[in-house]
């Protein structure tokens, strides 16, 4: 009987189906950073040698300065959180908040009629949602409805702390790079002026004068203030995401009427997203 049961269950959930999710590649990002390289790297090559705007001394004081100054700031641990967070900017998962609406709503239908336990055979389905896998197997296992909201809380505040201390990072860098790029600048003139008796120090002195402060305004302007402003705004999708499976979580754990439920989600989703499940 065990087996029939279990068969059973299994057939119920297979009319539910998940929101599909596909890694793919931020083209915006891409472009819009490394066309404007391009278009710098463009002119530079048709006003004269581009090799004139390579400078070893520069691109140490401006980029190991900048990433010195920033760890100070911080700690290891947190750099390294900011380049895998940086880095699923621009790999990252596709995923509409009106999909994940209805997903949740079909999750909540079906406990509704079958009970909890139907959802067992379904929650290893849901790896790739790491919030809605979390609340579904606490209800499985028999946690309720309150528990689930405040440990599924703590666990979107964890990610939103996470999210915002790289956002810091970043920002911090691109504070920090035209402050090393103006050090660099006083570095070069001390050089030069320093030495005008030997006419050929004054040109390596007035590059590294120059050149720091250009490396400086590129790095701040063109890699780090574009990605803290897109890691904030893939942040906000997240937490939109994270807080349907929270509220879908609870409600079910709670038993509470999936009609309800849409409403709470209609009030958290944009106009252009809101949903009509029962309608």
């Given amino acids: 009987m065990s ?20 890694f793919i590649v931020d083209i915006a990002t891409l472009f819009g950073i490394i066309g404007a390289f391009a278009l710098i790297i463009t002119a530079i090559a048709l006003g004269g040698s ?53 997903h949740v709503l079909q999750l909540a239908q079906l406990s509704r009629r079958k009970g909890l336990l139907a959802m067992e055979p379904y929650v290893p389905r849901l790896m790739n949602e790491e919030m809605l ?11 309720t409805g309150d528990e689930i909201e405040s440990i599924m809380q703590g666990e979107m505040q964890a990610a939103a702390r996470r999210h915002t201390r790289t956002v810091g990072v970043l920002r911090k860098a691109a504070e920090i790079s ?8 006083l570095v070069g003139l001390v050089q030069m002026l320093g030495n005008l008796s030997d006419p050929s120090t004054i040109g390596p002195g007035m590059a590294v004068a120059l050149l720091t402060t250009f490396y400086g305004a590129v790095l ?13 705004r893939n942040s906000s999708e997240e937490a939109l995401i994270n ?3 929270v509220m879908a979580a ?3 754990g709670r038993q509470e009427n999936p009609r309800r439920l ?12 809101r949903i009509e499940y029962f309608g």
């Fill in 220 to 232: 701040a302007n063109m890699v780090f203030t574009p990605l803290a402003s897109k890691l904030e």
């Fill in 243 to 245: 807080q349907i499976h």
């Fill in 50 to 102: 581009p090799y004139a705007f390579i400078d070893i001394p520069s691109i140490c004081i401006v980029i190991g300065g900048t990433f010195g100054i920033t760890i100070a700031c911080y700690s290891f641990r947190d750099i390294w959180t900011a380049v895998s967070i940086v880095v699923s900017t621009v790999f990252y998962q596709t995923r509409s908040p009106s999909s994940a609406a209805l």
């Fill in 133 to 143: 896998h979390k609340g579904l197997k606490m209800l499985v296992e028999g946690a």
């Fill in 262 to 273: 849409e409403m709470l989600l209609n009030t958290i989703l944009p106009p252009d997203h």
């Fill in 250 to 252: 609870t409600s079910i």
């Fill in 178 to 185: 035209p402050a090393m790029g103006l050090i660099g600048t």
């Fill in 3 to 22: 087996t029939e049961a279990e068969s059973e269950t299994q057939k119920s959930t297979e009319y539910v189906r998940a929101p599909s999710v596909r």
